[in-house]
DNA sequence: ATTACTAAAAGACGAGTAA
DNA sequence: TTTACTCGTCTTTTAGTAA
């Protein structure tokens, strides 16, 4: 009896990364004129190496390549497509789930009593009714992040935040800054990151309409879930 | 004087490839339990293999971890997340781009003459009339691709054809077809693919609203291309 | 100029092992 | 169980060369 085992094997990485750039070279509308040299340059490799990429896409009917003495025409097959279409919906399920939340986790903080001042001026309270949709306590929660916290917050910047603006009030300037709608247990508060300051990036500081760390009985280095969700 | 360097380099494939299934494990929202057992089982690896690529992404600072006895946890950090980002636009230049043409070529050949019996079928023409906005000239030109063309026309099917139904007249039956609008040379024309058959993927047969072989004096054997443009 | 081979150098892999 | 090291093996890379 003869058995033919076909096996669908996983594209490697370099393999991938080599037909992906191709495509981008626009083999995948058509046949494209690429040297070994010019695909080694986009790939940071040898000419060598990128001649045997070729070879090795071919060979896996990811390509079709008709090689002459003074170059060769490359088109990405269908099964070459489809490749780079499955690598390209991880992609989207990475980041277009809108949908779901981040954590951030931190130690509560005593902060310098500033953040109450701040909260409690018009120019600025008005905004947060305006925009948040609740009258902020007089004071802030200020929590350290931790490492992962740390990261994930720099994540969320590239989130839609609410834009609090800046005014002049008493013959001095108030500057700007941004907030992200998120919760504490099952209380509703905001971050708050002052606009053109270099604030330290382990520290974020939080409002809410009510005085949470009285509600919730926190006290200094008490460990906080910080949820910021999207729902959209 | 004091010279430091900062080489942003380029993240290599197989790293990339591993932060891509972090970020599908979780680890792009929050931190997430990693063991390199599980990470190599995904990536069809050893654990050891795992186990350095996760040092190697630590170092090039892309994740963060925080290493336990047993199990370690992972988060993607900002940096990371710009390199997959950076990935994920790649690709979508690549597929998103609606605008542009496909290119296919191929040699004139004969045909039966069957085409410019089916095209003059009032069931079929009525069609043609309807969806291509041309009463067709009653005759096919058959075109053999190259194999780069071939390529391209099965890239092809991933998009929208224009939809031609079958039917029943004078006691048989008319099986359904899809069009594609393309232009040879100026002259407007359209891909027509036969639904249910095994039709020759080489081969592609297009009708005109007028006689295309006369108007630019083919032969067979000459060499034609077809170009398929989309604008939306 | 190309492509693609061969052979030496470099680097990656996984088994074994310790903590 | 884990992580992550060392070490021998094997693969991959690049330089050189031919066509």
């Known amino acids: 009896m003869i058995c033919i085992l076909i096996l669908v094997c996983m594209v490697m990485a370099e393999d991938l990364q080599c037909l992906k750039t191709i495509a981008l070279m626009g083999g995948y509308r058509g046949q494209v004129s690429i040297s ?10 040898s000419a060598q190496t990128a001649s045997r990429r070729l070879i090795s896409l071919e ?12 170059g ?21 399920r990475i980041f277009e789930e809108k949908k779901g939340h981040f954590t951030l986790e931190g130690v509560l903080i005593d902060g310098l009593g500033e953040g109450a001042y701040y909260v ?20 802030t929660l200020n929590i350290r ?7 994930t917050r720099k994540k969320l910047d590239s989130y839609e935040w609410i834009k609090i603006e800046g005014f ?14 998120c919760t504490i247990g099952d209380y509703e508060c905001a971050i708050i990151i002052p606009g053109r300051s270099h604030y ?13 760390r009285e509600e919730l009985h926190l006290h200094s280095k008490d460990i906080i879930k ?6 959209d």
């Open 36 to 45: 070994s040299q010019a695909l080694g340059n986009r790939l940071g490799t």
């Open 59 to 70: 060979k896996q009917m990811l390509i079709t390549r008709s090689v002459r003495q003074d």
């Open 72 to 92: 060769q025409y490359v088109t990405i097959t269908k099964q070459g497509e489809e490749s780079l279409r499955s690598e390209y919906s991880d992609f989207c």
């Open 120 to 139: 409690s001026i018009p120019g600025y309270a008005d905004q947060f009714i305006r925009l948040l949709n609740f009258k902020p306590f007089p004071g």
């Open 145 to 151: 992040l931790n490492p992962t916290g740390i990261e």
């Open 168 to 181: 002049q009030a008493d013959e001095r300037t108030f500057g700007g800054a941004r907030c992200l709608p």
């Open 200 to 212: 330290p990036e382990d520290i974020i500081e939080l409002i809410s309409p009510v005085h949470i």
């Open 226 to 231: 910080v949820e910021v969700r999207f729902n």
